[in-house]
């Protein structure tokens, strides 16, 4: 009996010592910096310029950059210790980082990168993974890992990335914080070292929109101008199908923010696949790949296939020979890429050059200059550490689907936390056109309280696909009308108009539009019958006064469709159609 009480009290001994060695070794895989850093300096800021002069615009605020970015008298070790060997300090400091602390602001370290700044799971087994403050047991995404959790850690106020396919938005998303990618050759690349050419952009991240904002003036060195709002918020429906959470918790989020800030009239939908299909015709010639065996085309898809053959194609002309002499130990995600490059003819590289400029025409015209894409930043939650999801060509595929959008067209575009989801963060993105940074980041300050309001009170309520109200139901049947009606499918139109009138039936634009689209079919009846309806509920809908006087001609009945057209001028007297439409029945038939 004594023995056996003895066993069990060295069995409940060595149990409490395992529980203690645990818990001390938890302790430690968390330190004060979060693994953020790979170097601590401290570059100060000039003496401030003496009064009425304005005080410099970042002062007070501290920074930190990723290992890419040059500073003088340090070697840029580019998250690899065999490249940290192999080249020498650097002579001079990059461009960007000297006009952030002309600008008052104090860098205080550099951070870790992905191995050469290739992917996007911030992982890095040689300076060690930085820990993700928003969901520890999760990767906090890369390259630019360190800048992102420094950020996020509140180690500072803002830091500095690179961004070639999501670079910046990978960990931004990933713990919580605001990243933003600038414009593809809006600011300077000198002293950065380069990944992807083509691709290449600076980012930053921030948790507050205000010096997100500051930042970002400092960088772009543009001239003030008054702030414009949005005039179109356009949501990529079949991007969000992708995320594998609720979809309409995340929409509704955009959606309830944009009405409460801008109205609902500025909202609209798109579907991107057929876009694209219709506006970048070179993707067709671009080699699909197969899946499962079966060459299944998708435009996104796509996309995501040219820009990592760009990135592929850059790196090995920017660093393959340093590459093939020091035979470095690669991360397996970067290997498996290179090795799987297949040989690049110069008509590829040509077509990828055709792709991008089609693809930043088309999103121009999109969005001109005072439009926003919502997209989701990332499709997935962030993988576990060592997850080997990670690896799979699935999770890569959603996830540069997404990316490639902003990275092949070169426009910029700011990730903005919304929320957690099982514990992990969740966020969307804005994209605005090439060159519209300024509107961008005047955008996302004027929002961002908004939404984070509109996060949370969709975390308080639960919001489910389920729990969306029967009005914004019948507002997303609405927009997928409007959308095959651009696309000339008539009848798939008329069955989303129904739909929303279902779900709404007081709504007058939706009997207009489906007026509209009867008319494309030639079933005046139909359109006569839903004009009235819409005029019985708005009778200043002057479309709807259009489409019955055009249904009543067709039908022969002349009088009163001139009354239409003549009541449609009483409420637009500069109407043309209006005008046209009376003064030719009244020369026939009066």
């Not at 970015?69 to 340090?74: A, H, L, Q, W």
């Not at 593809?184 to 290449?200: A, E, F, K, M």
């Not at 690669?330 to 055709?354: F, G, W, Y």
Request: proline content about 5%.
């Amino acid at each position: 009996m004594a023995s056996q009480t003895a066993n069990l009290w060295v069995l409940l001994g060595l149990g409490i010592a395992g529980i203690v060695l645990v818990t001390r070794k938890l302790k430690r895989a968390v330190p004060a910096d979060f693994g953020a850093f790979v170097r601590r300096l401290h570059l100060l800021p000039p003496p401030q310029p003496a009064p009425p002069k304005a005080p410099h615009p970042l002062t007070g605020l501290a920074f930190a950059v990723s290992d890419v970015f040059d500073i003088e008298g340090c070697v840029t070790g580019f998250g690899h210790p065999d490249w940290e060997k192999a080249h020498e300090a650097a002579a001079r400091t990059s461009t960007v980082v000297s006009m952030l602390v002309e600008g008052g602001a104090t860098c205080v370290g550099k951070t870790v990168v992905d191995e050469m700044a290739f992917g996007i799971s911030g992982e890095n087994k040689h300076y060690g993974t930085p820990t993700n403050p928003a969901a520890t047991a999760r990767v906090p995404g890369g390259s630019s890992s360190g800048a992102a959790v420094a950020v996020a850690a509140n180690l500072v106020d803002f830091s500095l990335g690179i961004d070639t396919i999501g670079g910046a938005r990978v960990p931004a998303g990933y713990c919580g914080v605001i990243g933003f990618r600038s414009s593809h050759g809006t600011i300077s690349n000198v002293g950065v070292l380069p990944v992807s050419t083509s691709l290449d952009t600076v980012g930053w991240f921030a948790k507050d929109p205000s010096i997100l904002r500051r930042v970002g003036h400092v960088l772009l060195q543009v001239p003030f101008t008054v702030q414009r709002n949005p005039r179109q918020m356009i949501i990529a429906e079949d991007c969000f199908q992708l995320l594998k959470i609720s979809v309409d918790r995340v929409v509704q989020v955009v959606v309830k923010a944009t009405e409460k800030l801008y109205g609902r009239q500025i909202l609209k939908h798109e579907n991107l696949e057929s876009y694209f299909n219709s506006k970048v015709p070179s993707l067709k010639a671009f080699p699909a790949k197969k899946t499962n065996g079966e060459l299944k085309r998708s435009s996104i898809r796509d996309l995501a296939e040219v820009a990592m053959f760009v990135q592929r194609h850059e790196f090995i002309t920017n660093h393959g020979e340093w590459i093939h002499s020091a035979n470095p130990i690669l991360d397996v995600v970067i290997s498996k890429q290179l090795h799987n490059m297949p040989q690049t003819a110069e008509v590829d590289v040509d077509n990828c050059r055709l792709i991008r400029n089609e693809l930043r025409s088309a999103i121009n015209s999109l969005l001109k200059d005072d439009g926003i894409l919502v997209i989701p930043t990332v499709a997935d939650p962030p993988p576990k550490l060592g997850a080997k999801e990670l690896q799979s060509e699935d999770y890569q595929s959603r996830a540069f689907s997404l990316l490639s959008i902003a990275s092949v067209s070169g426009c910029c575009q700011v990730s903005v936390p919304v929320g957690f989801h099982d514990k992990s963060p969740v966020s969307v993105s804005l994209i605005a056109r090439n060159g519209g940074d300024r509107f961008l980041l005047d955008t996302v300050n004027a929002m961002y309280a908004t939404l984070q309001e509109q996060a949370d009170i969709a975390s308080k309520s639960k919001l489910t696909r389920n729990a969306v109200t029967q009005e914004d139901s019948a507002e997303i049947a609405k927009e997928k009308g409007n959308q095959a009606f651009k696309e000339k499918q008539w009848q798939k139109a008329i069955s989303f108009y129904t739909e929303a009138i279902k779900l709404s039936g007081n709504n007058a634009t939706y009997y207009s539009n489906r007026a509209a689209a009867y008319l494309e079919l030639g079933s005046f009846l139909q359109a006569e019958a839903d004009s009235t309806k819409a005029i019985s509920l708005d009778k200043k809908n002057i479309k709807a006064y259009l489409r019955r006087g055009t249904a009543r001609e067709m039908l022969g009945y002349y009088k009163e469709a001139i009354e239409d057209f003549n009541y449609a001028l009483v409420l637009e007297p500069t109407n043309k159609r209006a005008s046209l439409s009376a003064e030719r029945l009244r020369k026939l038939f009066l």
